[in-house]
């Protein structure tokens, strides 16, 4: 069966720091990943997504970055956090019509 | 355009059935979904219903669809104290870029004692 794990669960980061979160899915080959960020007033909003590795197609401009450096692995960076940056994030994957979602991690720029 | 509205919050008692509502606006959707959020967790794929079926019932969960009105709605029998949660519904669209999800804001389903 497929798993999408997500990597830390939680963080706390000074604005103004760099920032690294990886996401990782097993049990499955080729899918398309997703990053989206849930904000405290509770809607998601699509960041990033991948149909293969080193396509990444972004949805808004902002402060944040992704890579597939692997099949099965979608990184979320950023160089520079900015408070408005705080919120939860959460990766999916989706072979066909269905995207399933990881348990996401909390991110808090101080 | 695609804009997918739900309201924000729903109470029912323990026992009595819940009906969670959502429209669209993307008649072009090909699927439409529910997923529930626990605090501090994931979304958790309840159900999903293809753009051309009215109903599709699952155990406690029916899904029904009216195309025409581009409404659906999420009914939960015999509401249980588990299933207080955030419940979101969302379109899809068949892009370049895979299948592209747009999500409601979600619904807050307290169910009291």
């Known amino acids: 069966s497929q798993t999408i794990h997500q990597w830390p669960a939680t963080l706390v980061q000074p604005v103004g720091s760099p920032l690294s979160l990886e996401c990782t899915v097993e049990g499955t080959s080729n899918p398309n990943l997703y990053w989206y960020r849930q904000a405290a007033g509770r809607g998601l909003q699509l960041l990033f997504y991948?149909?293969?590795?080193?396509?990444i197609s972004s949805e808004v401009p902002q402060n944040l970055s992704a890579s597939r450096p692997q099949d099965r692995q979608f990184i979320l960076s950023s160089k520079k956090l900015l408070l408005s940056d705080s919120g939860f994030y959460l990766c999916?994957?989706?072979?066909?019509?269905?995207?399933?979602f990881g348990p996401g991690t909390r991110l808090t720029v101080l | 355009g695609e804009d997918v509205e739900q309201s924000l919050f729903l109470s029912v008692r323990e026992g009595d059935s819940s009906v969670i509502n959502c429209t669209y606006t993307d008649s072009s959707s090909t699927y439409l979904y529910w997923y529930k959020q626990e605090p501090g967790a994931g979304l958790q794929l309840l159900t999903y219903i293809f753009s051309n079926m009215d109903m599709k019932q699952d155990q406690r969960l029916t899904v029904l669809l009216n195309k025409k009105d581009k409404h659906l709605s999420l009914r939960i029998a015999d509401t249980q104290t588990g299933d207080s949660a955030i419940y979101f519904c969302?379109?899809?669209?068949?892009?370049?870029?895979?299948?592209?999800?747009?999500f409601g804001t979600g619904t807050q389903l307290k169910v009291e004692l």
């Open positions: 999916a994957w989706s072979h066909a019509d269905t995207q399933y």
């Open positions: 991948s149909v293969g590795i080193g396509q």
């Open positions: 969302a379109e899809s669209r068949v892009t370049g870029g895979g299948n592209k999800l747009t």
